[in-house]
């Protein structure tokens, strides 16, 4: 992929970001599972978290590629902190393609507010990757909406200022009965959470389930019309899919530069590992997954650039599905590499394989993707 000279130096200047404040503290958030709130501050003050946000709207007029950009570079030190590297966008595509102007003036100018923490709550216990089975519920009275259920696998929920929430309000069936809605738990009752999830990997990246008893949201707070939540939700999905892709490419990246300097060092029978040609022939078979899938990544990102939105939603899924992928094997590799210090947490790409297992799941099962790319190939 080559960049623009603009590009290479929003590169540079995360390379900076993550050297000074991120490689420092990503071992030990693996270990203690804090959430970095000083990341929060930093990536604001960067237009990190803000990035898709347009300059009308006092946003820093970001795009996909540099967003994609961003992740990877984050994602060779810690995949968890590159999720907050952009971590607006699902807030902020709902808002820019189906919220009205008056709700883009309100709302796009606080979201661009350095330290603003936003997410994004469609999951339930009994909807994952089918998201047209959602359950909870919004029932208008007069001048606001009321809302009751419960949403899973929320991501920074219990530390957001703003929560981009799917609802059912009408029993129409499949995708055509949801809205969605933006919530501010800070100041609406009737919102709490329940325990974090103690999960396999991406540590400090929070994920908590979200009950919502009698919550009262103002009739503006809807996004758009009633029933276009659907179209709401897959259109920011398609968005960030292949930022996951760019995770997963850097994730892989770090791995791989890690597994080529240690087969430098280690030695077995007196000569350096790097000599044997099954250890050659593992870094080589690395290094040519992850170039395919960065290239990958970068096409689906000019495609959200170009505005070839039907070309997104295919490659979204191929890049998301593939990187994933990819970046599961990779890690698995750089840990035989590595043997049996591999296992241990004394050496990073343990957690980078632990990281990359959640890639295959979220945002879309890769089972899920491949269901969308055989149906855009039969025409379905």
Not at 96 to 121: D, M
């Amino acid at each position: 992929m080559r960049f623009t000279e603009e590009q290479e130096a929003f590169r540079d200047s995360v390379r900076r970001i993550v050297e000074r404040h991120i490689a420092p503290i990503a071992a030990e958030i693996d270990e203690t599972d804090r959430f970095p709130r000083e990341l929060v501050q930093i990536f604001g003050d960067a237009g990190l978290m803000q990035l898709l946000i347009p300059e009308e709207y006092e946003g820093p007029n970001g795009d996909l590629t540099m967003m994609c950009i961003a992740r990877e570079e984050i994602s060779r030190v810690s995949p968890a902190c590159a999720t907050l590297a952009g971590l607006n966008t699902m807030v902020v595509m709902p808002l820019l393609h189906f919220g009205t102007e008056a709700q883009r003036q309100r709302f796009l100018p606080l979201l661009a507010r350095q330290g603003t923490v936003t997410a994004t709550a469609i999951s339930e216990p009994q909807a994952g990757s089918d998201v047209s089975a959602i359950a909870t519920r919004a029932v208008r009275h007069g001048d606001h909406y009321v809302l009751n259920g419960r949403k899973q696998w929320c991501s920074y929920g219990c530390e957001a200022d703003y929560i981009m929430l799917y609802a059912r309000t009408s029993d129409e069936p499949g995708g055509a009965g949801i809205s969605a809605f933006l919530l501010e738990p800070k100041n609406m009752k009737g919102i709490t959470f329940g325990r974090h999830e103690r999960k396999m990997g991406f540590h400090g990246a929070p994920n908590t389930p979200i009950f919502l008893d009698d919550v009262q949201v103002p009739a503006e707070n809807l996004i758009g019309e009633e029933g276009k939540g659907f179209r709401a939700s897959m259109r920011a999905l398609d968005m960030n899919r292949p930022t996951i892709g760019a995770q997963c490419v850097g994730l892989a990246q770090g791995a791989l530069d890690a597994a080529v300097a240690y087969s430098r060092e280690r030695q077995q029978f007196k000569r350096k590992i790097s000599d044997f040609q099954g250890i050659q022939f593992m870094l080589a078979d690395m290094a040519i997954q992850i170039e395919a899938a960065r290239g990958l990544v970068y096409q689906c990102a000019d495609a959200a650039v170009s505005g070839n939105w039907s070309r997104l939603n295919y490659l979204a899924s191929v890049a998301k599905c593939f990187a994933s992928d990819m970046a599961m094997k990779v890690t698995t590799d750089a840990v035989q590499v590595f043997g049996g210090y591999g296992y241990t947490r004394d050496y990073p790409v343990e957690r980078w394989m632990r990281d990359a297992k959640l890639t295959q799941i979220f945002e879309g099962t890769n089972q899920i993707q491949r269901l969308v790319i055989s149906r855009e190939l039969l025409n379905t």
